[in-house]
Nanobody, 113 residues
Framework: QVQLAESGGGLVQAGESLRLSCVPS????????MGWYRQAPGKQRELVAS?????STNYAGSVKGRFTVSRANARSALQMNSLKPEDTAVYYC?????????WGQGTQVTVSS
C-alpha cells in the first residue's frame, strides 16, 4: 500500500504562484508514475500533469507552459505559475504501481480574479 499526503494549497490572486507537494509513504519503492489531478465543482476529475520514473512528463493543454511537475526522492511537486481563476479546484496527488493507483486526500486551490 501507498499513502499520499498533499500540502501547499491556498487562496491566491490571478497571476500569482503556488507550489503543491506530495509526500508518499508505505511501499514507495513500487511507485512508477506520479501525477496531479484536479476537480472543479460540477466537473469531472481531470489530469493536470504526470511524471514517470524515467522523468518523462505529460501535461494538460490548459496548463502547459505555466505548470511544472517534478519528482525527487519519491516526492512530487507541482509548481503552478500565472494562475488563472479557471485553475480553481481541489488538486489530488496520484501514484501508481504495477497493481493499482493511489490518491491523496486533496488540497484546495482557489484563484481570485
Amino acid at each position: 500500500q501507498v499513502q499520499l499526503a498533499e500540502s501547499g494549497g491556498g487562496l491566491v490572486q490571478a497571476g500569482e504562484s503556488l507550489r503543491l507537494s506530495c509526500v508518499p509513504s508505505g511501499r514507495i519503492f513500487s511507485i512508477y508514475t506520479m501525477g496531479w489531478y484536479r476537480q472543479a465543482p460540477g466537473k469531472q476529475r481531470e489530469l493536470v500533469a504526470s511524471i514517470a520514473r524515467d522523468g518523462s512528463t505529460n501535461y494538460a493543454g490548459s496548463v502547459k507552459g505555466r505548470f511544472t511537475v517534478s519528482r525527487a526522492n519519491a516526492r512530487s511537486a507541482l509548481q503552478m505559475n500565472s494562475l488563472k481563476p479557471e485553475d480553481t479546484a481541489v488538486y489530488y496527488c496520484y501514484a501508481a504501481d504495477s497493481r493499482q493507483g493511489y490518491w491523496g486526500q486533496g488540497t484546495q486551490v482557489t484563484v481570485s480574479s
